[in-house]
């Protein structure tokens, strides 16, 4: 990176704009950030169109459609702000506005002088076509009590990455890059075809005759129902080596990966046996969240937005990277898996509803077409969206000749979402380099590591070389 190029500088600070909205204001006058103003040094001068702020501002208030939001913008503000998507909350939960993945990556972009934005989105669970708006009414939110940022970034976690590439997608002209963390970026019809391929191979081969019904569910208590049925179903199954393949092949069919829980060491390649305890854990969670958050997003959705007509299920575990330990556990068993995915092609299958397929292809899925830099990280061992769906996304991008706005990062970890700070911090001072030079700068998972490094010296940043196979069952919009 020439030297002269600092994606963390600072930029002249900037002044408070008075007046817009009835949002609470409070300068923040700890301790804690009059040391802050202290370490971050004295302001320079103004750019054009932008004034002098006297002091940190932390704003809270509520959109028209009741959501709430948060602003925190620092004294040495840069020009920069960052709009924050937080991911899925489920029905019932705490839903708090979040403009930042955690306490520790708002503290140090702060530091840094970034301006941090973000909505609770007006309701829990599937709700994405509002999350899209809100982000944007809070955006203007900023503009009109801020002025106008020299630079705006989008980013999020999880359903929020989703968010955030459905915000650089459709609304690319507000932003100047994007940063999708973790995020369903196969898209909405893709992820709820893979949950649904998973659980109808645990009702039809752990459960023969159960008639739990996994789609078009009229309540969370049906959801709920079937849930407890086909996890009773599973744990008999761990109990058996037949079981025990028929649980790998289910994973493998949304390709759940090996190693699920960071706080575990990463199995041997071979160990299948430690493989398919991870895949059989970690599916209990899996099946809860396809269909208690599936019977969510059928109603937003007014049907049933998944399908299983004409698919292969030979085909999709020939190209999974789980066939070897799949096929492994068949043979300890004495079975063959032809029989299961026979049994699995043959099963009576089930039909989507074109209005919900509509609705969530809105809602969203992916055409690819970028017209800003963005950049996409992902931990290797993503249990509940498999990384798998980078590749999803990379294939959008490249059909839609946008491939040279894209940058894909993977770290080596379990876990979903289990970023360091760096790792997170390193790849908006990527986008920002990008944003500002027009090249991306080395993204190497060296030069990834280094500045990870810079940013967050005291924790292990695990940037690896990795490639994806390719997702089970893309779906992406047309051209």
């Not at 932003?175 to 196969?186: I, P, R, W």
């Not at 959705?301 to 492994?328: C, K």
């Not at 839609?400 to 894909?408: I, P």
């Amino acid at each position: 990176m020439p030297r002269n190029v600092s994606l963390f500088r600072r930029a002249p600070a900037l002044r408070t704009r008075r007046g817009g909205g009835r949002p609470t204001t409070r300068a923040v006058t700890s301790v804690s950030a009059v040391l802050l103003v202290a370490l971050l040094g004295p302001t320079g001068g103004a750019d054009a169109g932008l004034t002098h702020t006297a002091a940190a501002s932390h704003v809270e208030g509520a959109l028209p459609d009741g959501s709430a939001y948060v602003m925190d913008v620092p004294a040495n503000w840069n020009g920069t702000v960052l709009l924050y998507s937080h991911g899925y909350v489920p029905d019932n939960s705490s839903n708090p506005a979040r403009n930042a993945p955690s306490d520790d990556a708002r503290t140090a972009l702060l530091k840094a002088g970034y301006a941090q934005i973000g909505s609770s989105y007006p309701e829990t669970g599937w709700i994405v076509e509002r999350a899209l708006s809100d982000q944007l009414a809070t955006l203007d939110r900023f503009q009109a009590r801020f002025g106008p940022a020299r630079r705006t970034i989008a980013w999020g976690t999880s359903m929020g990455g989703m968010i955030t590439t459905g915000l650089a997608e459709r609304f690319g002209g507000r932003f100047d890059g994007a940063v999708a963390m973790c995020g369903l970026e196969q898209g909405a019809v893709a992820n709820y075809n893979s949950g649904l391929d998973t659980i109808f191979a645990i009702r039809t081969l752990l459960a023969p005759g159960s008639t739990a019904p996994l789609v078009r569910l009229p309540d969370q208590a049906t959801a709920l129902a079937s849930t407890a049925e086909l996890t009773a179903a599973l744990d008999a199954a761990q109990a058996t080596a037949q079981g025990r393949a028929r649980i790998a092949l289910a994973a493998a069919l949304r390709n759940t990966p090996a190693w699920t829980n960071p706080a575990q060491p990463e199995p041997d390649a071979d160990d299948y046996d430690t493989a398919q305890r991870n895949q059989f854990d970690i599916l209990h969670q899996v099946i809860t969240q396809t269909l208690t958050w599936r019977q969510d997003a059928e109603e937003h959705a007014s049907g049933n937005m998944s399908w299983n007509t004409g698919v292969d299920y030979a085909r999709i575990l020939a190209h999974s990277p789980n066939r070897q330990e799949v096929e492994e556990l068949y043979a300890r068993s004495g079975r063959s898996s032809r029989d299961d995915l026979a049994a699995l092609n043959t099963a009576p299958r089930i039909t989507a509803d074109p209005t919900a397929v509509s609705y969530m292809s809105r809602n969203i899925s992916f055409t690819g077409r970028l017209i800003k830099p963005m950049m996409s990280i992902h931990t290797i061992g993503d249990p509940l969206v498999p990384v798998q769906a980078e590749q999803a996304y990379a294939e959008a991008a490249r059909d839609a000749g946008r491939s040279r706005l894209l940058r894909q990062a993977y770290v080596h970890r379990a876990g979903h979402c289990t970023f360091t700070t760096g790792e997170m911090l390193a790849a908006v001072r990527t986008v920002e380099h990008r944003i500002g030079t027009g090249q991306w700068p080395d993204t190497t998972p060296g030069a990834l590591n280094r500045r990870a490094a810079e940013l967050d010296p005291t924790a292990t940043h695990a940037y690896a070389t990795y490639r994806p196979d390719p997702y089970p069952r893309p779906f992406r919009l047309p051209l």
